[in-house]
Protein backbone atom coordinates (compact mmCIF):
# COMPACT_ATOMS: atom_id res chain seq x y z
CA UNK A 1 0.00 0.00 0.00
CA UNK A 2 1.89 3.44 -1.44
CA UNK A 3 -0.11 6.25 0.66
CA UNK A 4 1.89 9.32 -1.23
CA UNK A 5 0.32 10.53 -3.87
CA UNK A 6 1.88 10.66 -7.17
CA UNK A 7 0.34 14.30 -7.12
CA UNK A 8 0.03 16.52 -4.35
CA UNK A 9 -3.70 17.91 -4.15
CA UNK A 10 -4.42 20.84 -5.63
CA UNK A 11 -5.15 22.47 -1.94
CA UNK A 12 -1.83 21.24 -0.13
CA UNK A 13 1.86 21.38 -1.87
CA UNK A 14 3.11 18.40 0.80
CA UNK A 15 2.94 14.72 1.02
CA UNK A 16 -0.19 12.95 2.89
CA UNK A 17 0.71 11.57 6.14
CA UNK A 18 -1.81 9.25 7.78
CA UNK A 19 -2.17 12.15 10.32
CA UNK A 20 -3.90 13.91 7.53
CA UNK A 21 -6.89 11.10 7.86
CA UNK A 22 -7.99 11.81 11.09
CA UNK A 23 -10.51 14.84 11.72
CA UNK A 24 -8.96 18.55 12.32
CA UNK A 25 -8.32 19.41 16.48
CA UNK A 26 -10.93 22.01 17.16
CA UNK A 27 -9.80 24.84 19.49
CA UNK A 28 -11.44 23.90 22.78
CA UNK A 29 -13.57 26.94 23.50
CA UNK A 30 -13.75 28.24 27.31
CA UNK A 31 -17.78 27.05 27.48
CA UNK A 32 -19.97 28.49 30.29
CA UNK A 33 -19.84 26.23 32.68
CA UNK A 34 -23.71 25.65 33.36
CA UNK A 35 -23.47 23.45 36.49
CA UNK A 36 -21.05 24.19 39.26
CA UNK A 37 -19.43 21.67 42.13
CA UNK A 38 -19.82 22.19 45.56
CA UNK A 39 -16.28 23.94 45.98
CA UNK A 40 -17.24 26.64 43.34
CA UNK A 41 -20.37 27.31 45.39
CA UNK A 42 -18.79 27.29 48.97
CA UNK A 43 -16.35 29.72 47.15
CA UNK A 44 -19.14 32.31 45.79
CA UNK A 45 -21.06 32.19 49.36
CA UNK A 46 -17.18 33.25 50.93
CA UNK A 47 -17.16 30.03 53.34
CA UNK A 48 -14.50 27.73 51.23
CA UNK A 49 -12.33 27.97 54.46
CA UNK A 50 -14.27 25.94 56.10
CA UNK A 51 -14.09 22.01 56.33
CA UNK A 52 -16.04 20.08 53.39
CA UNK A 53 -18.43 18.37 56.36
CA UNK A 54 -19.42 21.93 57.55
CA UNK A 55 -19.62 22.91 53.58
CA UNK A 56 -22.41 20.53 53.23
CA UNK A 57 -23.98 21.18 56.45
CA UNK A 58 -24.21 24.93 55.98
CA UNK A 59 -25.90 24.10 52.24
CA UNK A 60 -28.34 21.91 53.95
CA UNK A 61 -28.95 24.24 56.37
CA UNK A 62 -29.16 27.21 52.86
CA UNK A 63 -31.46 24.37 51.36
CA UNK A 64 -34.01 24.04 54.13
CA UNK A 65 -34.31 27.57 56.21
CA UNK A 66 -33.71 30.13 52.97
CA UNK A 67 -34.41 28.25 49.60
CA UNK A 68 -31.21 27.58 48.05
CA UNK A 69 -31.26 25.51 45.24
CA UNK A 70 -30.86 22.12 46.25
CA UNK A 71 -28.01 19.77 44.07
CA UNK A 72 -28.78 17.89 40.74
CA UNK A 73 -29.56 14.42 42.03
CA UNK A 74 -26.99 11.88 42.49
CA UNK A 75 -27.19 7.86 41.74
CA UNK A 76 -26.37 6.85 45.34
CA UNK A 77 -26.99 2.65 45.70
CA UNK A 78 -29.19 2.77 42.66
CA UNK A 79 -31.65 5.49 43.99
CA UNK A 80 -31.96 9.44 43.46
CA UNK A 81 -30.28 11.21 46.33
CA UNK A 82 -30.63 15.38 46.17
CA UNK A 83 -28.31 15.32 49.57
CA UNK A 84 -25.28 17.77 49.46
CA UNK A 85 -22.19 15.97 48.88
CA UNK A 86 -18.93 17.50 48.88
CA UNK A 87 -17.11 15.44 46.02
CA UNK A 88 -20.64 14.53 43.62
CA UNK A 89 -22.68 17.13 44.34
CA UNK A 90 -23.29 19.88 41.63
CA UNK A 91 -25.56 23.01 41.24
CA UNK A 92 -26.93 24.50 38.01
CA UNK A 93 -24.93 28.07 38.28
CA UNK A 94 -28.12 29.97 36.92
CA UNK A 95 -30.37 28.74 40.23
CA UNK A 96 -27.14 29.86 42.73
CA UNK A 97 -27.30 32.79 40.71
CA UNK A 98 -30.96 33.81 40.73
CA UNK A 99 -31.23 32.45 44.27
CA UNK A 100 -28.07 35.19 45.30
CA UNK A 101 -29.49 38.23 43.28
CA UNK A 102 -32.52 37.91 45.46
CA UNK A 103 -31.21 37.74 48.96
CA UNK A 104 -31.38 41.35 49.77
CA UNK A 105 -34.88 42.38 50.86
CA UNK A 106 -37.15 44.40 48.68
CA UNK A 107 -36.53 47.44 51.21
CA UNK A 108 -33.07 47.87 50.70
CA UNK A 109 -33.55 47.40 47.34
CA UNK A 110 -35.70 50.07 47.16
CA UNK A 111 -33.85 52.60 49.04
CA UNK A 112 -30.52 51.90 47.04
CA UNK A 113 -32.76 52.91 43.68
CA UNK A 114 -34.22 55.97 45.85
CA UNK A 115 -30.40 56.83 46.37
CA UNK A 116 -29.31 56.59 43.04
CA UNK A 117 -32.36 58.37 41.35
CA UNK A 118 -31.62 61.37 44.29
CA UNK A 119 -27.75 61.16 43.03
CA UNK A 120 -28.56 61.50 39.71
CA UNK A 121 -31.20 64.40 40.28
CA UNK A 122 -28.44 66.25 41.87
CA UNK A 123 -25.62 65.94 38.96
CA UNK A 124 -28.53 67.44 36.96
CA UNK A 125 -29.13 69.93 38.51
CA UNK A 126 -25.42 70.64 39.50
CA UNK A 127 -25.06 70.37 35.49
CA UNK A 128 -28.22 72.70 34.89
CA UNK A 129 -26.43 75.41 37.34
CA UNK A 130 -22.88 74.92 36.16
CA UNK A 131 -24.55 75.40 32.13
CA UNK A 132 -27.21 78.07 33.20
CA UNK A 133 -24.77 79.93 35.73
CA UNK A 134 -21.61 80.03 33.03
CA UNK A 135 -24.09 81.54 30.43
CA UNK A 136 -25.54 85.04 32.52
CA UNK A 137 -21.81 85.77 33.78
Not at 59 to 81: N, Y
Not at 102 to 129: F, H, S, V
Amino acid sequence: MHLVPSTPPPDRGRVFHLDDARPPRLPVAEAPQTTIPTHAVARILGVQARSERWQCRYLDQLIAAEGFPRPLPTLVGGALSHSVNYKRSRWIRAAVQAWLDGTLPAGINAQIEDAEAKAAADRIDAAADTLFDGGAA
